[in-house]
């Protein structure tokens, strides 16, 4: 499989994202990833890959493009538990100026992107999104519901808050299916959220399955930080691709 860096243009500057995808002229399906809150680098280009060997063409975009290209941070430390706080004090301002409206323009930007190339299946996409990139996958969804038809949420946080526009709000306009993987004892998603979430969605009538993976803290999924959770992480793999088979088969 072959990954590249690709340029996407979006009505507020020019988003940097990898393209990862298998061998072969295809039509492939596509797949978008969006990243968690430590930005593109190599761990990321490692799970585009594991998907892109199933048959799917994977972009992972650059959320935090607005900044400047990635990598915006040093991320020599990552696994260094003591330097989460100080990567966190300045990613922080870059989660919050991801508004609804933001990521809506982005995605549509993304999925355009993918449309016009020859190497991609015509049709809807699906989203995998880790911790805010989770959070993010189910503000594009609930955006474009004809577009993507389904999304895999991984140790998202903050996806049920008291502000008006809180994510769980907008579910009433998904038609396709979701998954989400929680961490356990995660403070920004804790239990009483969750059935928040689940309340909303069995209301709205969508498709999901919701579980709590014991034992995985917030970040599970992610091999290059002290979060990391084995189990967690493989049970991630099977959820995923399950989710995919079914909605959005390769072959």
């Known amino acids: 499989m072959q990954t590249t860096t690709v340029d996407i243009p979006t009505s507020d500057g020019t988003a940097d994202a990898s393209l990862t995808r298998p061998d072969g002229d295809g039509p492939f399906p596509a797949v978008l990833l969006f990243m ?16 892109a060997e199933r048959g799917y063409l994977v972009l992972t975009p650059h959320l935090f493009y607005r900044a400047g290209r ?37 995605t549509d930007a993304y999925l355009d992107f993918l449309a016009a190339r020859d190497d991609v299946r015509p049709g809807p996409a699906v989203i995998t999104g880790y911790c805010m990139g989770g959070t993010n996958a189910l503000r594009a969804i609930e955006a474009y519901p004809d577009r ?47 059935a928040t979430l689940e309340q909303a969605l069995d209301a709205a009538g ?13 970040g599970f999924t992610m091999a290059d930080t002290p979060m990391y959770h084995e189990q967690g992480t493989e049970r991630h793999w099977a959820a995923l691709f399950d989710l995919l088979d079914r909605t959005l088969p390769a072959s």
């Not at 989460?84 to 301002?93: T, Y």
């Not at 993507?148 to 998904?174: C, E, K, Q």
């Open 70 to 106: 990635a990598p915006l941070f040093d991320l020599s430390r990552l696994g260094e538990a003591d330097q989460r706080g100080a990567l966190f004090e300045k990613i922080v301002p870059l989660i919050g100026a991801l508004t609804p409206d933001a990521i809506s323009r982005d």
């Open 36 to 51: 968690d809150a430590f930005g593109p680098r190599p761990r990321l280009v490692e799970m585009a890959e594991r998907i």
């Open 206 to 218: 969508v498709r999901y399955r919701s579980e709590v993976y014991e034992g995985a803290h917030h």
């Open 148 to 194: 993507i038809a389904a999304v895999a949420s991984f140790h998202a946080g903050r996806v049920v808050t008291d502000a008006p526009d809180s994510p769980h709000l907008g579910v009433g306009s998904i038609t396709g299916e979701l998954y989400f993987g929680h961490a356990d004892a995660d403070q920004s998603m804790t239990p009483e959220q969750i």
